[in-house]
Nanobody
């Protein structure tokens, strides 16, 4: 089993920056992909960014050039650096990981609110 705990959410003004952090515990060696999804009110959960343990990154089109994902395989951490935030980025952000056995694990989420 793997557990994920997110931190770093909060209120930020449009155009501002925020960093989300996620720490995994448990059988972290089994996780080959880690990343972030988000869910805005009334909308489905959507991919934000992921990174494999080999370094391959994947970003949603709406965050390219604004968000950066980083990962420390040894520590089992993944961060999301968010820049030039927009009101439409308001959502609950979830840390997630997938094991080689294709088991998905999720954190409880952290709320990001972009508002003036």
């Amino acid at each position: 089993q793997v557990q994920f705990v997110e931190s770093g959410g909060g209120l930020v003004q449009p155009g501002g920056s925020l960093t989300l952090s996620c720490a995994a515990s448990g059988s972290i060696d089994s996780i080959y992909i880690m990343g972030w999804y988000r869910q805005a009110p009334g909308k489905q959960r959507e991919l934000v960014a992921t990174k494999t343990n080999g370094g391959m990154e994947n970003y949603a089109d709406f965050v390219k050039d604004r968000f950066i994902i980083s990962r420390d395989n040894a520590k089992g951490t993944v961060n999301l650096f968010m820049f030039n935030l927009k009101p439409e980025d308001t959502a609950v952000y979830y840390c997630t990981g997938r094991s080689r056995a294709n088991n998905d694990y999720w954190g409880k989420g952290t709320l990001v609110t972009v508002s003036s």
